[in-house]
Each structure stands twice: as C-alpha cells, then as structure tokens.
C-alpha cells in the first residue's frame, strides 16, 4: 500500500503547481482523501479534502479561492492544484486516504495512509 506524491518545486510568488497523488498497491477507488502540509518550523497542517465520490470537498481558509482539490477519473489520483501561489505556502505537502471515504476529514487522525511528500517552495 503506498501513496505517492508528485509535482512539488520552486516556484515564484504568483505562479502555479499541480500536486498529483497515486494510490499502489490497493485500490482507494472507496477512499476520502487529503491534502496536508508542514512549513518548517511548524505543525502540519490541513489544506483540503475530498470525498470518495468527488462530491463532497473543503479547503482550508488560508488556501480557498486558490488551491483546488480534484480527483482522477479512475478515483485512484488526486489533485492540487494550486494558483495564486505565495511565500507563506511553502512546505512539504503531503496527501493522505481516508478509509470512510464519505466526508471530507480535516483531522490527520481520519487518515489511515499517508505519503512520502512532495516540497512546494515559494519565492518572493
């Protein structure tokens, strides 16, 4: 079981990324998932979720309006993507499945499996 993030850089004040995370290994078809991230120094964070379905999603204040959370057609990816971008966003994010799947959890504890992490870096 593993889940593999992908898409972190350096990226200028403004600009754009798209994060991807693959499930291997099982299927997490029936899985909730989830976006965190840790700036250093600090606790990780929450930043966005989504349901198994796609129909359900939240998104951290500090990052609506300009990240969006999508899943792949064959449920096993998800997305970041990420507009808009500033320096207080840099860190490393890290995707995570939710066994329940039907909600989109903001609690790390929700989250069953967890990648490696992919580091968004921000300059000013």
């Known amino acids: 079981v593993q889940l593999q993030a992908c898409g972190g850089g350096l990226v200028q004040a403004g600009g754009s990324l798209r994060l991807s995370c693959a499930a291997f290994g099982r299927t997490f078809v029936s899985y909730g998932m989830g976006w965190f991230r840790q700036a250093p120094g600090k606790e990780r964070e929450f930043v966005a979720a989504?349901?198994?379905?796609?129909?359900?999603?939240y998104h951290a204040d500090s990052v609506k309006g300009r990240f969006t959370i999508s899943r792949g057609n064959a449920k096993n990816t998800v997305y970041l993507q990420m507009n808009s971008l500033k320096p207080e966003d840099t860190a490393v994010y890290y995707c995570?499945?939710?066994?329940?799947?039907?909600?989109?959890?903001?609690?790390?504890?929700?989250?069953?499996?967890w990648g490696q992490g992919t580091l968004v870096t921000v300059s000013s």
């Open positions: 995570a499945a939710d066994r329940s799947g039907t909600y989109p959890h903001t609690q790390e504890r929700e989250y069953e499996y």
């Open positions: 989504i349901s198994w379905t796609g129909g359900s999603c």
